[in-house]
């Protein structure tokens, strides 16, 4: 069964700091695919970034990059010089094998709980 | 023109009621979701569905029942509600298209209050 590990529950930092969210993932399959949303205070779930697993390579997009190794079954999330507006509930997802009814069905982690302080 | 939408927003009622969450894609997409949210945040998906299928999760209760009058539609049904029901609802949708390119896109969520 496929599994998703956040295990920084909460992280504070200091506004302009840069900041590391872990994600690591179980699965047996070898075509899979990760994600990462944003859940800010107002509750909504946004989308961020997807990956497949037979693509590596790493990803930035502004302040946000993403670092996908799929030799440790990880896929870290960074924010570089931290805002008050990334604070929010990060969560890292993992999808593999076709689950039905044209669906691939998302396995959450538990979320990381980001605040980013003035 | 938001892209999946849900109402109400915010649901507050007795035990033994029966609800409905509605939710709406104007994505175009194929597959629609319905996650359940806990007081802990933890996601867990509840069904899948398009016009031909429908893959429930076995910890579901047979009380949520889902119910689609159309593509663009995916409504969630719920009998006997209890205190436990007590969450947040989120709706999602994704295209049925090639997997490299599955992705879900997230409604805003119904905060369900079971007194």
Same mark, same amino acid.
């Given at each position: 069964?496929?599994?998703?590990?956040?295990?920084?529950?909460?992280?504070?930092?200091?506004?302009?700091?840069?900041?590391?969210?872990?994600?690591? @993932?179980?699965?047996?399959?070898?075509?899979?695919?990760?994600?990462?949303?944003?859940?800010?205070? /107002?509750?909504?779930?946004?989308?961020?970034?997807?990956?497949? /697993?037979?693509?590596?390579?790493?990803?930035?997009?502004?302040? @946000?990059?993403?670092?996908?190794?799929?030799?440790?079954?990880?896929?870290?999330?960074?924010?570089?010089?931290?805002?008050?507006?990334?604070?929010?509930?990060?969560?890292?997802?993992?999808?593999?094998? @076709?689950?039905?009814?044209?669906?691939?069905?998302?396995?959450?982690?538990?979320?990381?709980?980001?605040?980013?302080?003035? | 023109?938001?892209?999946?939408?849900?109402?109400?927003?915010? %649901?507050?009622?007795?035990?033994?009621?029966?609800?409905?969450?509605?939710?709406?894609?104007?994505?175009?997409?194929?597959?629609?979701?319905?996650?359940?949210?806990?007081?802990?945040?933890?996601?867990?998906?509840?069904?899948?569905?398009?016009?031909?299928?429908?893959?429930?999760?076995?910890?579901?209760?047979?009380?949520?029942?889902?119910?689609?009058?159309?593509?663009?539609?995916?409504? %969630?049904?719920?009998?006997?509600?209890?205190?436990?029901?007590?969450?947040?609802?989120?709706?999602?949708?994704?295209?049925?298209?090639?997997?490299?390119?599955?992705?879900?896109?997230?409604?805003?969520?119904?905060? %369900?209050?079971? %007194?």
């Amino acid at each position: 069964a496929q599994k998703v590990t956040q295990a920084q529950t909460e992280i504070s930092v200091v506004e302009k700091e840069d900041v590391t969210l872990d994600c690591v @993932y179980e699965t047996r399959d070898t075509t899979y695919y990760l994600f990462w949303y944003k859940q800010p205070p /107002s509750g909504e779930l946004v989308f961020l970034i997807r990956r497949n /697993s037979f693509d590596e390579q790493n990803e930035i997009s502004g302040r @946000y990059s993403w670092n996908f190794q799929k030799s440790t079954s990880s896929f870290n999330f960074t924010i570089t010089a931290s805002q008050v507006v990334d604070s929010a509930v990060y969560f890292c997802a993992l999808s593999e094998a @076709y689950s039905g009814a044209g669906s691939y069905q998302l396995t959450f982690g538990k979320g990381t709980k980001l605040s980013v302080i003035p | 023109d938001t892209a999946v939408s849900q109402t109400p927003k915010y %649901l507050v009622t007795q035990m033994g009621n029966d609800k409905s969450i509605k939710c709406e894609q104007n994505l175009g997409h194929d597959t629609m979701y319905w996650y359940k949210q806990d007081s802990k945040k933890f996601l867990k998906i509840m069904f899948s569905y398009n016009n031909k299928e429908l893959i429930i999760n076995e910890t579901v209760p047979n009380r949520f029942s889902p119910k689609s009058p159309d593509k663009a539609h995916l409504n %969630l049904h719920i009998n006997s509600l209890e205190l436990g029901d007590s969450a947040v609802y989120f709706c999602a949708s994704s295209p049925l298209t090639s997997p490299a390119r599955e992705t879900q896109y997230f409604g805003p969520g119904t905060r %369900l209050l079971v %007194l």
